[in-house]
């Protein structure tokens, strides 16, 4: 229980914790924000870091004049962002065959396999773009584009505009609203609203497939 209450305390209070990495560690915060943006989008294992509210709290920090810069920040976690997803592709494009055949992968969710699929029926390859906005599946995209057999040259091509979409959104719209009285007195508000709606389209997804589970069949 205290470990959720400190996980939580870390997700809402992100600024404050940002602000105590860059006093002790200085130019070191860049590698440590490349490494935590990488795992969540390389590794299939952590879907639960905190990408959209960091990347709005990092935009933020950089906004202070004793703050991070803006573009360097900007070019590493694109990097990051682009580096994770590839590196998922090809751990699902070397597990595929294995979970065709039916084996069960012991830190593979099925559940999310299954969602992050359903999205791939609707929208295609579109969906590595529009993942990056959608915690779990954001994790989960690329995974599926390799067992699926995308072609790489395609996966690329959405994935370095949907990393570049995703990084750039969330830490201009930090920046630009940091020093907002509003935000600055709410600012674990703005947190909790920024994950509010980025996981409402999963959200919604699961009301909808509920409701065709409870539908009697014709």
Known sequence: MEFVKHIL???????????????DYGM?????????????TGLVVTPILPGDSLLFALGA????????????????LIVAAILGDSVNYWIG???GPRIFRG????????????????????YGGKTIILARFVPIVRTFAPFVAGMGKMTYRKFM?????GGMVWVL???L??????????VKANFPRVILGIIAVSILPMVVEIIREWRRSRKPAL
Not at 9 to 23: C, F, G, K, T
Not at 64 to 72: A, C, E, N
Not at 157 to 161: D, H, R, T, W
């Open 61 to 76: 920090l950089a906004a202070r004049p004793d703050g991070l810069s803006l573009p360097v920040l900007a070019v590493l």
């Open 9 to 23: 305390d870390m997700i809402l209070h992100v600024d404050q914790y940002l602000d105590a990495l860059n006093r």
């Open 28 to 40: 070191w915060v860049y590698a440590i924000m490349f490494v935590i943006v990488f795992c969540e």
């Open 173 to 182: 719209l930090g920046f630009g609203f940091a020093n907002v009285p509003l």
């Open 157 to 161: 091509l959405y994935n370095v505009v």
């Open 93 to 95: 494009s070397l597990l």
């Open 169 to 171: 959104a969330f830490l």
């Open 103 to 122: 084996e069960k992968i012991r830190f593979l969710n099925p559940k999310h396999l299954e969602r992050t699929h359903d999205f791939f029926e609707r």
